[in-house]
């Protein structure tokens, strides 16, 4: 069964970095890809960032993050990376990492509706 594991929330400053972390199990990275989709209080799912299966290669991140957050991964230790500077506090929210729902397609997306299996998220609060 795929699951997934998110750590590495916290309370940060303006201007501030985190490094989040999605640990899998069930399935491999070189079979899926993965996902980080945001919530805000308030506010639906907000797609974040995105690798896919097959070697990594593709990384996408939407506009709003674009420049400060890189996604990454270690296949060796079945986890994915999300590296968030120059935070704001409209980053605030809870993480989730998430799997796509198909293996094996060289792709990935933002839109939280491609992605099938969830952890419980990480909090993310960014404040002075």
């Known amino acids: 069964q795929s699951q997934l594991a998110e750590s590495g929330g916290g309370t940060v400053q303006p201007g501030g970095s985190l490094r989040l972390s999605c640990t899998v199990s069930g399935f491999t990275l070189d079979s899926y890809s993965i996902g980080w989709v945001r919530q805000a209080p308030g506010k639906e799912r907000e797609g974040v960032s995105c690798?896919?299966?097959?070697?990594?290669?593709?990384?996408l991140y939407a506009d709003s993050v674009k420049g400060r957050f890189t996604v990454s991964r270690d296949v060796v230790k079945n986890t994915v990376y999300l590296t968030m500077n120059s935070l704001k506090p409209e980053d605030t929210g809870v993480y989730y990492c998430?799997?796509?729902?198909?293996?094996?397609?060289?792709?990935?997306?933002?839109?939280?509706?491609?992605?099938?299996?969830w952890g419980q998220g990480t909090q993310v609060t960014v404040s002075s």
């Open positions: 998430a799997r796509y729902w198909r293996p094996n397609l060289g792709l990935c997306t933002v839109s939280p509706g491609a992605y099938a299996f």
């Open positions: 690798v896919s299966d097959s070697g990594g290669m593709l990384t």
